[in-house]
């Protein structure tokens, strides 16, 4: 008898999952891992933040905990306190309760909710991400059943950096209504930010063509080492009145990759409005994961609503944000602009991993690797055509 | 133009620009509704509201202890203190979550002599839990299954029709819950099977069915699986009790098991939520049996797929704690006694309530309380004795008139069989 499974064909693999898997059999002693956006030491090691470790310690020994189920739409005090973060204490935007949060599953779950509810609640069919733009963003899309997935001009790869007049023209052509996917902060895979001017007239078309911002918001904090200035994105917005998602990670920020702890912060009119949608996502939760994990929510709300320890944790990343080179591109990502066949260059004669868009990952750079990398790049760019 | 005039055309003006604009934006929101009311929560707030000293909660979902406390499992406590001690990092695990998780998962559904293991024919994902698992599943076979047809029995838990539509898949009903007997309809289950389109999927819950607490039993499952097996349907299990139902976690998985033994091909939910109390941690796993290791591979691949838009790779710390309780020895033991132990308060709960409504001097035959297994009963109360219950004695549950037996305690039994016996006598 024919498997019922017999005409599914393989996947193609997740292109950072892959080289990951890769790089951890390769057993060159050299190897370098310059793929998955993850954080490392100086000793190209994974790191837990201290404050993190704290409030963990403090959790297990706290038997007044129970594992109960976490309401739909998260633990209150999380959803609260991750506001917060995005848009600074005591903004007329939480004040008026226009904001409010909904616990996700990772910047990657809050995505999924905002595109969800987006397609099948406002039934927009239309969705705009950046050329380029993190690999998922159109996956998500896709899953959800976006009918039209479109680029905005991004990159200016001959100048390196932002093709300002390429992004206004593309958006000020999308069909009103069009769901608009912006990078917050430390645009990934390119690194290259807006200025604030730049910004400001991007939000001017996206108002004028009543588009649907939905900000990707990442790396606040783990940017430029202050919440304040990698948090300008939303409150700009927030400032002008608009009306607009965003899709917050502390993955990064928080070190807390693997507990999966995300945002979805919804800015609407009025705080009834807020209230509506908020019940219309509470309602797409349940019919995908029914609630969320509660163990990485339960540190980020411990560490956020206690002072010292939030102080602590500003401390820990400025820390993160320092070890990581800047110069005008910003935040964990660079492009470098080299090519797959250079990648694959890369790869093959130095066992140095990086993605084949060329973007690689500065904070597995360390003192000691970061000669031969940059040795082994001239050499893929000069030996290696693109 | 005078002054005025110009004045009143440029706020007129100004009017036209402004009001699109906020007609525009209202059109954004004006079609959100605010949406449904969740029933069991409805129930859970009506009860907080109460003053009345003796009320009861008999709508929760999670197992209490028998002072009516959540209950956090001894070897569970032990394993997340050893975790805290072992120093873990937060990386990423893969899309399909932490390996040592799924596959101590689906030795414990299994057995681990089951050759599917050693053959690695599983398609295995580490979930969110028993409903992320659904998830799953649902999207896979909406995507990839011929059929876009999966049956329920009826009924079924709240949430199964609205995962599998979400995810694209339609939904029909075959005949389970006999509410003349408070038992399974054998009769009617098998009619409705047998004429169900040849593959079309068809969801079981593996033990302790939700909302009913009627299981099949064996021969009934011989039976059951072997019209599933003529009929040339996909069983797609359901397991969110296992060991919590009967006390013994082997039991629990006879039919899942029975059919897999039987060469039938089978998808299954895994949840430990009740079963290991991690419910908040959200620990599940989905699997698919395939004919293959070549077959598992493809599958494996395009569940991932699947997964990474919907949260990208799973939280581990309550996959630890699992992962954990069930491969290491001494923690696995304490756990088979704390899980039997959850079992054993409802079973007990269970005989009492019983043996306290025949003490009480009801003449109706309550046998079904204590042949229903697991976390739910369905008493076969009508609404009108369900509203008599909420209003009289303060004791709250869902006008199908399933109550929770998790919600009952040494303490309060007595009060519930006064209680319902005078609504029904």
């Known amino acids: ?386 | 133009m005078n002054s005025l005039v110009q004045t009143n055309a440029y706020s007129l003006l100004k009017a036209c620009r402004i009001m699109p604009l906020a007609s525009r934006t209202k059109a954004h929101w004006a079609s959100v509704e605010m949406g449904p009311p969740d029933p069991i929560l409805g129930v859970t707030e009506a009860f907080k509201r109460d003053k009345n000293p003796k009320k009861m909660n008999l709508g929760v979902g999670a197992y209490r202890d028998d002072t009516g406390k959540p209950f956090v499992l001894p070897s569970v406590r032990k394993a997340e203190e050893q975790l805290m001690a072992q120093k873990l990092d937060k990386e990423y695990a893969g899309i399909v979550g932490l390996p040592e998780f799924t596959k101590a998962a689906v030795e414990l559904a299994l057995g681990s002599a089951n050759p599917i293991l050693s053959e690695g024919r599983n398609a295995s994902a580490q979930s969110i839990s028993g409903t992320g698992a659904l998830r799953i599943g649902a999207a896979f076979f909406a995507k990839f299954y011929p059929s876009k047809t999966v049956w329920f029995p009826k009924p079924t838990w709240g949430n199964h029709n609205p995962v599998f539509g979400h995810a694209g898949m339609s939904v029909k009903q075959y005949r389970y819950y006999d509410p003349a007997t408070c038992g399974f309809d054998a009769a009617g289950c098998l009619d409705d099977v047998s004429k169900i389109p040849e593959g079309d999927v068809i969801l079981l819950h593996a033990c302790a069915h939700n909302p009913t607490g009627v299981d099949p039993r064996q021969e009934q499952w011989r039976e059951l699986c072997d019209v599933i097996k003529r009929r040339k349907l996909y069983p797609f299990f359901d397991m969110a009790y296992q060991g919590f139902a009967s006390g013994c976690v082997d039991t629990d998985a006879w039919a899942v098991r029975h059919f897999l033994s039987e060469g039938l091909p089978a998808a299954l939910c895994q949840s430990f939520a009740k079963n290991m109390g991690l419910y908040g941690e959200r620990v599940g796993a989905f699997s698919i049996f395939c004919d293959s290791q070549e077959e598992r591979d493809r599958v494996l691949s395009q569940m991932k797929i699947l997964i990474r838009p919907m949260y990208s790779n799973p939280p581990v710390h309550g996959a630890r704690i699992a992962a954990a309780v069930l491969t290491q020895p001494e923690l696995r033991q304490a756990w088979l006694s704390d899980v039997k132990g959850m079992a054993d308060r409802i079973i007990g709960m269970r005989t009492q309530l019983t043996e306290l409504l025949a003490k009480e001097g009801s003449k109706k035959n309550w046998q079904h309380i204590i042949d229903q297994i697991g976390m739910f009963c369905f008493t076969g109360l009508k609404p009108e004795q369900v509203e008599r219950l909420i209003k009289e004695f303060s004791i709250y549950l869902t006008k199908d008139g399933r109550i929770s037996v998790a919600g009952i305690s040494s303490n309060n039994v007595a009060y519930l069989a006064h209680a319902i016996h005078q609504v029904t006598k």
């Not at chain 1, 200016?156 to 932002?162: F, I, K, M, V, Y």
Request: charged share 20%.
């Open chain 1, 1 to 386: 008898m024919t498997s019922v499974f017999s005409n599914v064909q393989t996947a193609p693999s997740i292109e950072v999952f892959a080289l990951t898997e890769q790089f951890k059999k390769d057993s060159n002693p050299n190897k370098v891992n310059l793929t998955v956006g993850a954080y490392r030491t100086e000793e190209c090691k994974p790191w837990v933040l201290p404050v993190v470790k704290t409030v963990e310690a403090q959790l297990a020994a706290d038997d007044t905990l129970d594992k109960e189920y976490l309401p739909v739409t998260g633990l209150p005090d999380f959803c609260a306190s991750a506001v917060a973060v995005c848009f600074g204490e005591g903004h007329p935007v939480l004040l008026s309760q226009r904001a409010d949060g909904i616990q996700a599953l990772g910047g990657t779950g809050a995505l999924r909710l905002g595109y969800d509810f987006l397609r099948c609640i406002l039934g927009r069919d239309t969705i705009y991400v950046s050329k380029p733009t993190w690999g998922n963003h159109k996956g998500i899309a896709q899953q959800c059943g976006y009918p039209n997935v479109r680029e905005y001009r991004y990159w200016l790869a001959s100048g390196r950096c932002l093709d300002e007049q390429g992004m206004l023209e593309d958006l000020t052509a999308a069909p009103e209504g069009s769901v608009i996917v912006l990078h917050g902060v430390a645009h990934n895979p390119t690194g290259c930010d807006p200025t604030p001017e730049q910004w400001e007239k991007i939000l001017a078309v996206i108002k004028q063509r009543n588009l649907f911002p939905l900000i990707d918001l990442a790396y606040q904090g783990f940017a430029s080492g202050d919440l304040d200035r990698d948090g300008r994105v939303p409150r700009l917005f927030a400032d002008h009145n608009m009306e607009f998602f965003v899709a917050q990670s502390f993955s990064k920020n928080f070190g807390l990759y693997n507990e999966r702890v995300g945002n979805l912060a919804i800015v609407t009119q009025s705080a009834e409005i807020t209230g509506r949608v908020k019940s219309q996502v509470r309602n797409i939760i349940r019919k995908t994961w029914s609630n969320p994990p509660s163990h990485g929510a339960r540190v980020v709300a411990t560490v956020l609503r206690n002072p010292a320890l939030a102080a602590e944790w500003r401390e820990n990343i400025k820390r993160m944000a320092e070890r990581i080179h800047i110069t005008d591109q910003i935040g964990m990502f660079s492009y470098t602009g080299l090519s797959a066949a250079q990648a694959e260059y890369l790869r093959t004669n130095y066992a140095i991993y990086i993605m084949s868009d060329g973007r690689i990952n500065m904070s597995g750079l360390t003192s000691k690797t970061v000669d031969r990398v940059a040795q082994a790049m001239h050499e893929a760019v000069t030996k290696c055509s693109a």
